[in-house]
């Protein structure tokens, strides 16, 4: 088992000595979780088939599950990729560096650990200064998923990393709380028309904005089967749960605080700011504020990391609006809950 380093960012010109640390080992193979302004990702060099194979084995992540390639510059894309599509470049102007990831076909650069077995591959440009300057020093563009036991909230702060990830990694790069809170929107530009895969902080209102045929893929809101392939991670399996059960309920203040007053079972209650007054006396967890939906997104996975924190078998959860950055946190939200939703 590494010994893992814990190596603290705050400034890119005096920390120079600890991103030359992270980088010397990302160059030599090695896993670093680095912070990024979605989530935290486990990086390693995306080109080394042994490093995306120790991903997943850090993880437990199936193997089928494809990573993302994080690249720090337009210029380190095409030789990742069969041709770089013309709706590549528009899209890229228009939300690069930032939380958007896309598909397209491949080159015989990115081994198959990478893409999942898949003959595409899924790019983004990071905006976090730190996740930027790592990729420009380490030389080589990263796979990095989010930096946690497979299934588990994701990490958007370094001590989530420390939690999960202590002697399976060899270093985290503590770079602060990350601003999203929510991984990146996936689209694939390898079907017609475009699709959104995963939602994020990039919505498809945006999107249509660039592409105006992006449609939403089904699989977005929907259980897939367990011997369906998919071509974006987030897409299949039990993702971002607590150890407790989840359950959604949809519905308005008052419906929710009859539903929860009617339950005899012992149970705790994740909800918003706004709501948490009216249920003084249960144990009861916040993720943002009712009508801001970028609110719930930052607090969303430390919300669901806190349920374990309090021991909590089971926690009922209300969602409300699912339009813009909503959608993407009622997608992580109907995952945590393995599809488990009343509707009152």
């Keep these: 088992m590494p010994r893992t380093k814990v190596l603290k960012v705050t400034d890119i010109e005096k920390d120079r000595a600890a991103l030359d640390q ?43 599950n494809p990573l993302i390639v994080h690249v720090s510059d337009l210029s380190q894309i095409p030789p990742l990729v069969k041709t770089v599509p013309d709706a590549l470049r528009r899209l890229a102007e228009a939300f690069w560096p930032g939380p958007m990831t896309v598909i397209m076909e491949k080159s015989d650069k990115i081994p198959p650990a990478t893409s999942g077995g898949l003959e595409t591959v899924a790019i983004r440009m990071p905006s976090h200064p730190v996740a930027r300057e790592l990729i420009r020093r380490s030389g080589v563009p990263l796979a990095a998923p989010s930096a946690n036991l497979s299934g588990s909230p994701s990490p958007t702060t370094a001590q989530h990393c420390i939690d999960d990830l202590t002697g399976r990694v060899d270093a985290i790069v503590d770079g602060g709380e990350c601003e999203v809170g929510v991984e990146s929107t996936v689209l694939t530009l390898c079907t017609d028309p475009p699709s959104v895969l995963r939602p994020g902080a990039v919505t498809l209102e945006m999107l249509r904005q660039v592409i105006p045929e992006m449609t939403l893929d089904p699989g977005v809101f929907e259980h897939l089967s367990d011997d ?44 918003f700011e706004e709501d948490a007054p009216h249920f003084w006396g249960r144990r009861c967890i916040t993720y943002g504020h009712e009508n801001d939906p970028a609110s719930q997104a930052h607090r969303l996975f430390d919300a669901l990391r806190q349920v374990d924190k309090e021991g909590l078998g089971m926690v009922y959860v209300r969602i409300s609006d699912i339009e813009g950055i909503g959608q993407a946190v009622y997608n992580r939200l109907l995952r945590a809950a393995g599809f488990d939703v009343i509707l009152l």
């Design 22 to 64: 992270a980088a010397a080992l990302l160059r030599e193979g090695k896993l670093v979780a680095i912070p990024t302004e979605t989530v935290y990702g486990l990086a390693a060099n995306a080109l080394d088939p042994q490093a995306a194979h120790a991903i997943y084995t850090a993880k437990g992540r199936p193997g089928d």
């Design 228 to 271: 369906c392939k998919v071509a974006s991670p987030g897409m299949k399996y039990k993702h971002y749960s607590p150890k407790a059960r989840v359950v959604l309920v949809r519905g308005d203040l008052a419906q929710f605080g009859r539903f929860v007053a009617s339950q005899k079972q012992d149970f705790g209650i994740l909800c």
